[in-house]
């Protein structure tokens, strides 16, 4: 009896959908005019929506445009999304499917777009459409331009991605990071019979080092000024020669300058000292007189201190962004040479006297400008990551039936040392002593340092990962850090940076 009471409800039901059937008649093929089942004119993107989401693979009877809008390979732009007039753009589906929460409904092909999945809107690939849409055994492949190929974020309501093969392109120098699919508080999406494959990241750039710096003044101290008779000028006339000789003491004439300073680029230094000025003699005051005047400090330019060295880069960070590189660190530009200090005057007046009663002592030499210092170069780069999925906040998240593969992560990019420092300017000469001192030679910039490789993940995530059901992980290598560099100019190295992990599931 029990047997019986089964058989009866089996043939009840299968009446009822052979009645269904006969109802609906044959699915229609695909782009032939006049096939929809809603009124002439109706947009399928804002008809009512379905009863209840889509939970697997829809059927034949639910491929009309009561329940989605459609989309081939190669269909007109602005196109209803009937049968009849399938849509040529996945994401332009989505868009018009969203308001009332609709499918869209693809037939196998390539497809070259990126996606941003609505919430509610479920996106199901691979449909036969030659003769009519029907269930096929065909992916349907998304070749995205852009990475992220795909992002689903706040998708609270059941939505589901089937039936895909989701490529993003390889890194770029401007998008060094090839990611497949972002997930961001996706508690209500399921991810099923799609195969999610990332590109490979792109390698880092090495530093660069920028041109020395260079003097554009005149950095060297200029020399002693001679003693001079300054009434036996052949330039004076009689009535200036005897005003001159009514001068009588005077106070110091200017020192030789110093050198002065001004560097192409980078800090500027600073200009040397003036050697001390020499004094007017009286022939009463210089009988007997020989010497120096009152010394100045005796001091050379300080050499520029050293930039600051930067850092190479370690691991890279994730979020739901994507992934941030770990470049290197750029060092400081050294600091510029001090200058150094003039040289004293020589008192010195030789006997017998010319043909004047006042003499000028020689002036010291000026002294010499700082140095221009070292510029940092620029940082090596941090290699892409390559990663099939991100997951951030998104444990509830389903993945059934999925194939997550990520390929090899970028190298990362050598830093640099820096240019050269210039030596600080020379004195000038002097006659006595202490004579004027150079400049202070600029000091070395800091290295700036190397990138870190780009890791290699098939499934990231933070918040818990997602449940899985016959998911298969395929991952690459990590991308390869820079060994410690070390400069053949002067005692400096730039620390080794960290190769990019390769994992299966990376939290972070």
Known sequence: MKTFTSGLVAMVVLGAVACT??????????????????????????????????????????????????????????????????????????????ANKRRVYVCGGDYAEALTIESGVSVIGGYECASKWMPGNKRARLTAPTS????????????????????????????????????????????????????????????????????????????????VDPCALPTLNAAARASCRQLGPGGPRPGAVGGTAACSAGPQPESGGAGEGGDLYAAAQIWSLRGVGAAPELRSGAAGAEGVPGASGSLGTFSAAGFATADGARGGDGAAGAGGSGG??????????????????????????????????????????????????????????????????????AGSFGSAPSDGGAPGASLAAPSAQPGGRGGSAGVSGSGAGGP???????????????????????????????SDREPKTIPASSAGPSADILPF
């Not at 109706?42 to 009309?64: H, Q, S, W």
């Not at 007109?76 to 040529?88: Q, V």
């Not at 795909?150 to 090839?178: C, H, K, N, W, Y």
């Open 344 to 413: 004293a005057a020589l008192h010195e007046i030789r006997w017998p006297f010319v043909d004047s009663n006042y003499r000028w002592a020689s002036t010291g030499g000026g002294g010499g400008a700082g140095g221009c210092a070292g510029l940092a170069g620029t940082p090596g780069t941090g290699g892409g990551a390559s990663v099939a999925l991100i997951a951030v906040d998104s444990a509830a998240m389903t993945l059934s039936e999925v194939a997550l593969v990520a390929a090899d992560g970028g190298d990362g990019g």
């Open 21 to 98: 059937a006969a109802d609906e008649g044959p699915a229609p093929a695909a782009g032939v005019p006049g096939v929809t089942d809603l009124p002439p004119g109706a947009d399928p993107g804002k008809a009512a929506p379905p009863p209840e989401p889509v939970t697997g693979v829809p059927g034949e009877d639910e491929l009309t445009e009561r329940y989605g809008v459609f989309v081939v390979e190669g269909g007109a732009e602005g196109a209803a999304g009937t049968r009849a007039e399938p849509m040529g753009s996945i994401q332009a589906a989505i868009d018009k499917a969203k």
């Open 456 to 486: 290699s993940v098939a499934l990231a995530h933070t918040g818990g990962a997602p449940s899985q059901v016959r998911v298969q992980f395929t991952r690459g290598a990590g991308g390869r850090g820079v060994a410690e560099l070390t």
């Open 148 to 227: 992220p190929a795909v992002q689903a974020r706040g998708i609270d309501r059941p939505t589901r991605l089937d039936g895909f093969e989701i490529v993003a392109p390889d890194g770029t120098a401007e998008s060094r990071s090839s990611i497949a699919f972002i997930a961001e508080r996706a508690a209500a999406l399921t991810i099923a019979r799609v195969e999610l494959r990332a590109g490979r990241g792109a390698n880092g750039v090495a530093g660069t080092t920028p041109a020395p710096a260079v003097h554009t003044s005149s950095p060297h101290g200029a020399g002693h000024i001679p003693e």
